[in-house]
């Protein structure tokens, strides 16, 4: 079964069985205005959705501690006809070891779920699923260990991102069929059509419950308000689509980091050839990297190949000495 599918089936198990609504609000206003986004260029901006804050209003006896796991799953056009997907499954330190008699607050965690990726246009299918797992086992360590492989390869790049997607999602999927210490308390399965950047709510409630109520944003500290009040009937979680227009972590890109490596060191050993070389498949992978968009890409090789003019008299001939190579792939400072 696809991930997508899994998380959907949940969610309509878990309303049939619990009578319970999730609804997804249109995006929200932030003390009552509509607060200003960039809107989403294909191949001009970076796609970024983030959680911003939940309540959970748990109460279960005889439970110590609870965790709040947020999993979230995202496909959307890539840059050929493939879709591209993202997949993740975090507990936040402040979803950490929490006590069941006490959690009614709204928690700030302000988390990055899914890129920033180049959005290419089409349609955004967004999956969010709030759980809560009871303390028991090795439930804690787990956990912390779903989350570290999330940071490292579920929300930013694509390459990296496809071989653990269904590691990330079985390993969820394992936890909820822990029968009596897993329950999810919020789901959301949404097809965005030209999403529109924005703050939005899913509330574990129903639709007739909220019918024609004003939903806004508290202004001071995000907390989601009804009808002028601050929300505190059902759990809720709000999270933001944004554009963005650097890809903050392009450092990081694993496939390119290697090909500069590779340029670098062909100028150490001053061959002119293998520089030539490294430096047509750096310029190849930078152009065709599904985790950059154009811009970025091409402004990419316009600094590498700035750096070797520096070096060489022209860009594979050299009278000059090697001792001082190219840069760090950070250092070249892409957005400076």
Do not use: C
């Amino acid at each position: 079964m696809s991930t997508a599918q899994w998380l959907n089936d949940l969610i309509s198990k878990v309303a049939k069985e619990e009578t319970v609504d999730f609804i997804s609000t249109p995006p929200l206003t932030v003390g009552g205005r509509d607060p200003e986004f960039r809107s989403l260029v294909p191949e001009e901006t970076y796609l970024s959705v983030r959680v911003k804050s939940l309540r959970l209003p748990l109460r279960r006896r005889g439970v110590a501690k609870l965790h709040g796991v947020v999993h979230t799953f995202a496909n959307l056009p890539g840059a050929g006809q493939e879709a591209t997907e993202f997949a993740s499954a975090t507990t936040p330190t402040a979803l950490f070891g929490l006590d069941p008699k006490n959690v009614s607050n709204i928690l700030m965690i302000d988390r990055q779920v899914v890129g920033p990726t180049p959005w290419r246009g089409g349609d955004l299918r967004l999956q969010i699923g709030l759980f809560s797992v009871v303390e028991q086992d090795l439930a804690g360590p787990f956990l912390l260990t779903m989350t570290a492989l999330s940071d490292k390869v579920g929300v930013a790049f694509v390459t990296p991102s496809k071989p653990f997607i269904e590691v990330i999602s079985s390993a969820v999927g394992a936890l909820t069929r822990q029968v009596g210490s897993v329950k999810l308390e919020i789901g959301m399965d949404r097809t965005f059509q030209v999403p529109k950047p924005g703050h939005y709510a899913l509330i574990a409630s129903s639709v007739g419950e909220l019918a024609g109520a004003k939903m806004d944003l508290d202004p001071d500290d995000g907390k989601l308000k009804v009808d002028g009040q601050h929300y505190e009937d059902r759990p809720y979680l709000v999270f933001t689509i944004e554009a963005v227009e650097k890809q903050a972590r392009w450092g990081e890109i694993g496939e390119l980091r290697d090909a500069y490596r590779l340029v670098n060191e062909a100028v150490r050993a001053n061959d002119q050839s293998k520089v030539r070389d490294a430096m047509t498949s750096f310029r190849l992978l930078t152009m065709s990297s599904p985790d950059l968009i154009a811009t970025d890409a091409s402004d990419l090789i316009k600094k590498v190949d700035a750096k070797l003019r520096l070096i060489f008299s022209s860009p594979v001939v050299s009278s000059k000495d090697m001792s001082q190579p190219l840069p760090s792939f950070e250092e070249l400072g892409l957005y400076k």
